[in-house]
């Protein structure tokens, strides 16, 4: 037995939401991205980098 699931979208609607690529989520990972990369530029270069060799 098949059920028909109700969707506020047509057919076509979902046919042209399902060609394109989820933008919004490269454009959040490209942000997560950034915000690491800066992340760990400040560990090193602020934390690691000034204090030195280890004895």
Do not use: C
């Not at 699931?5 to 989520?25: C, I, Y």
């Amino acid at each position: 037995m098949k059920e028909e699931l109700d969707s506020p979208l047509s057919e076509a609607e979902q046919k042209r939401v399902l060609e394109h690529p989820p933008v919004g989520t490269w454009a959040i990972l490209a942000v997560y991205m950034v915000l690491f990369v800066l992340g760990w530029l400040y560990f090193w270069f602020g934390i690691f980098v000034p204090r030195g060799l280890v004895n």
